[in-house]
């Protein structure tokens, strides 16, 4: 089995991350247009943070985003960066939308955010278990 590996001064990891994360009122405000903006503007952000977006695509009312984080990385903030900076930009850049996503909001307050592994966790565990003296 092959791991994708990145590397660090003393350490190296694979950590792969699937976050989605909904319009308020799950308004289908995600045009074509908004979309490729809001893309731009989450691969700015991520090299801010030094994380590597994989993969992103958006629907009409939310995007998913794959992407490659440091150990350093804190996720919290990341997340929390991408939703205010692009909904600030996005209402700036795009004021028609206010309208639809009344009160300064143009995420929802809650995420989905998952680790993506290269391997099954039952892999994982029957690889720990064999580690054990006999």
Known sequence: MKYQLDRGCHSVYSLRFHYICCVKYRRKVLTPE??????????DIAGKFGVQIIEQETDRDHIHIIFASKPEVQLSKFINSLKSTSARLIFRDHPENKKELWGGNFWSPSYFLSTVGEVKLEDVKKYVQSQGNP
């Open 34 to 43: 908004i979309s490729e903006y809001l893309k731009k503007v989450n691969q």
